[in-house]
């Protein structure tokens, strides 16, 4: 059962366009979301995190967004860079809890 | 600080051994997790601890998985009578929730193969 689903295994944008990452989620129960990214031979890196009581949170060139009643978030990464190429996965946390579910990934290619 | 730092990054071991790993959280955060990612597929929940207490278990965790955190600092991951499927990157993190939030910080995972 997999409560947090990334169903685009892979994207591939040209440097400076936009970059959009989607995720979407089954439990309502969900109310904290993080985004991270991850190289190869890394572990996951925090990029950007938002609450069930907001719609959007922006940092620099990261912004997400939260549609509740569709249960659906997106990274929107702008403009894109070579350096943003790597696996990026959502994770959702359920009220009352500490521990996050996280998507499959998807992996950004971004194309100089 | 140094981030979460875990031990050894790479094992490899024959099937029915023993394994354990360790973790080092950031030295102020009192949550630790305990995550199984193998390829293709995003971080799997394990466990995790506040301080030396351990919260929650996936309910999909073998009993041949048992993890501590003595004194509420470093924690370890013991697998038992390892198999081929045990091969995976197992990664800790930890955090210091604050304001509502609780973002997770990862070591580099340690990586083992079972043959």
């Known amino acids: 059962d997999q409560q947090v689903k990334q169903n685009s295994p892979s994207l591939s944008v040209q440097e400076g366009r936009i970059s959009i990452l989607n995720c979407d989620y089954t439990n309502s129960m969900f109310d904290y979301f993080l985004w991270y990214k991850k190289y190869p031979a890394e572990g996951p890196t925090f990029l950007i995190s938002i609450s069930s009581i907001k719609d959007k949170n922006e940092d620099g060139r990261f912004t997400v967004f939260l549609n509740k009643s569709a249960k659906h978030l997106s990274l929107h990464i702008v403009p894109s860079q070579p350096g943003d190429s790597a696996v990026y996965f959502c994770?959702?946390?359920?009220?009352?809890?500490?521990?996050?579910?996280f998507g499959t990934g998807t992996r950004l290619k971004v194309l100089a | 600080d140094t981030g979460v730092s875990q031990n050894p990054r790479h094992k490899i071991t024959k099937r029915g051994q023993n394994v354990t790993f360790r973790c080092d959280p950031i030295s102020e955060h009192n949550r630790l997790y305990w995550y199984r990612q193998t390829l293709g597929q995003g971080p799997e929940f394990l466990t995790y601890f506040q301080n030396e207490a351990q919260l929650e278990k996936s309910r999909l965790l073998s009993d041949r998985f048992s993890a501590e955190r003595p004194k509420g600092s470093f924690s370890t991951l013991e697998i038992q009578r390892t198999e081929q499927g045990d091969s995976a990157m197992y990664l800790c993190?930890?955090?210091?929730?604050?304001?509502?939030?609780?973002?997770?910080?990862f070591g580099a995972g340690s990586r083992l193969t079972v043959l």
């Open positions: 994770a959702a946390s359920p009220s009352g809890t500490y521990k996050y579910i």
């Open positions: 993190a930890s955090s210091w929730p604050a304001l509502g939030a609780n973002v997770l910080t």
